[in-house]
């Protein structure tokens, strides 16, 4: 019962954790709640919508879609919390010194990221049903319902073996890790998408690869050891450093360069990279198995590819720039002293951290908002709103991100400098309200005058600019009163 020790000691912190966070700001507690059951209530009213009108047989959405989608949304979660908590921070050096297999380890810490996200799923389940028995018109049998706690189960579990795989000392194991778990991925694709289940048989199919997925989860503890040295002692380069950027202050360029490459150290540039690149393939693969928006009412169907491609561009933005914008104060932890105690004013400190972040941005234009455009057969107008307002979106989410972590900056060593679950649902929340903003504002304009509305686009992408450096100055004052 080792294992149980792990999980136990991991969620009595966070749960001391949270309850502290909730007890200094209630209100933010109170508004988490609204949102989430908000989301809930948006998410069946448009699956009644969508059964009360239907649609075209290239859109139709079956039960085994819903799980296989449910399976690897939550495998992209697992591996994520994976990294952040059994892959990734230095104090786990505590827990790999005892005289513990390497299984307990996996698994304590396995269930400490189960815990978390089912806690999600049962509020949403909970509030699906009193919102179907007070009227709504969505079906939701019980074999659907199983199948989606068994689809997030199995996706955890396999995010988090990947994460593990994905994370060995070479390339070549890293590879052939990844290569020995894709059938597992394979099954649930063939299961649940292509062999177009009904609700029992989908749920059939989540049960068999629920077993499977736990198996990956015991069968890469063996490699947890392996995957903690990599991932801590990041890469060390011998001769002469390398310069990512050169500026023309000295301080600045120096900084910018420490940031940069911290983050490639950790493998973060590596990953943002690989994120966008799989986005970008699945707005493109979704063209390519719906195919034209036949069927939709043509006043919708010219929307329908922009929005996709708004879609995959928000959640690009907000994972891999708002996200790193909220820790940029708090992945300092114990280390802020060293900024601190350099002769180096707050707003060089700032900027160079919100340059850092812009780094990456030109990758999300190229890789998610570019290539549906492209393959679609877009005109050169709709390429230019989107890129415009694209840009506008990057620059808005990264003003976001900086914004709350320079004011409420989280050191908590076991996060690595990002908020807490609730804090991070309500910006995700407000980052999805400014980016439907940002791109829905000027679609009046444009739709009267192209080339006015592409100028539109182009000048609030010069004001969401314009926010980054006024959040940069503002952090700035709240990073200068921190004590080291």
């Known amino acids: 019962m080792s294992f149980y020790a792990v999980y136990a000691a991991d969620v009595e912190d966070a749960a001391r954790a949270l309850a502290h966070r909730v007890w200094r700001r209630k209100s933010g507690a109170i508004w988490f709640g609204l949102l989430f059951a908000g989301t809930v209530w948006l998410a069946l009213r448009l699956a009644e919508i969508s059964l009360t009108v239907g649609l075209p047989p290239s859109l139709q959405v079956t039960p085994g879609t819903l799980l296989f989608l449910a399976f690897f949304g939550m495998l992209a979660k697992g591996a994520v919390d994976a990294y ?6 230095e104090s786990l050096v ?8 390497r299984e307990s380890v996996a698994l304590g810490k396995f269930f400490t990221v189960l815990w978390t996200n089912l806690a999600f799923l049962a509020g949403a389940l909970a509030l699906a049903t009193v919102f179907v028995a007070s009227g709504m018109d969505v079906p939701l049998p019980w074999e659907f319902g199983a199948g989606l706690v068994l689809a997030v189960v199995a996706g955890l579990a396999s ?14 194991r890293k590879a052939a890790g990844l290569a020995s778990y894709a059938p597992v991925i394979g099954l649930a694709y063939v299961a ?13 199919a989540v049960a068999v690869l629920l077993p499977l997925s736990l198996l990956g989860v015991l069968g890469s503890a063996r490699f947890l050891l392996e995957a903690w040295n990599n991932q801590t002692a990041g890469r060390r380069r011998v001769g002469e450093p390398r310069s990512y950027v050169r500026l023309p202050d000295p301080q600045m360029d120096a900084l910018v360069n420490l940031e940069l490459k911290t983050m490639v150290r950790k493998r973060q540039v590596l ?27 043509p006043r919708f169907a010219s929307l329908f590819y922009p929005i996709i491609v708004a879609a995959g561009v928000y959640v690009v933005a907000a994972t891999q720039l708002t996200v790193p914008g909220m820790a940029a104060l708090g992945k300092e932890l114990d280390r802020l002293w060293i900024l601190k105690s350099h002769p180096v004013p707050g707003r060089t400190v700032y900027s160079a951290k919100a340059a850092a972040i812009l780094f990456l941005a030109p990758s999300l234009l190229v890789a998610v908002a570019l290539p549906l455009p492209l393959v679609a057969g877009f005109r050169w107008e709709v390429v230019a709103y989107l890129l415009a307002t694209s840009v506008a979106v990057t620059f808005g989410l990264v003003a976001l991100g900086l914004y709350v972590g320079g004011r409420s900056p989280n050191f908590d060593p076991n996060t690595q400098g990002l908020p807490d679950s609730i804090a991070m649902y309500n910006v995700f929340r407000a980052a999805l309200f400014v980016a439907f903003v940002l791109f829905a504002a000027l679609v009046p304009l444009y739709q009267a005058d192209r080339a006015l509305g592409i100028l539109g686009a182009i000048l609030v992408a010069d004001l969401a600019a314009l926010s980054v450096v006024i959040v940069s100055v503002g952090a700035t004052r709240r990073y200068d009163l921190l004590e080291a």
């Not at 995010?159 to 070549?172: I, M, P, Y």
């Not at 990279?273 to 693969?285: D, P, Y």
Request: proline share 7%; no cysteine; charged share 10%.
């Open 84 to 89: 952040h908590r059994a892959i990734r921070p």
């Open 94 to 101: 505590f827990l790999l010194a005892q005289p513990m297999r």
């Open 271 to 297: 990953l943002s990279l690989a994120t966008t690149v799989v986005v970008g393939i699945a707005l493109v693969s979704t063209y390519a198995v719906v195919g034209p928006p036949v069927g939709l009412d």
């Open 159 to 172: 995010g988090f073996a990947l994460a593990v795989l994905g994370s060995l000392s070479t390339w070549r």
């Open 192 to 204: 649940l998408l292509a062999a177009n289940p009904t609700v029992r048989d989908a749920f059939l």
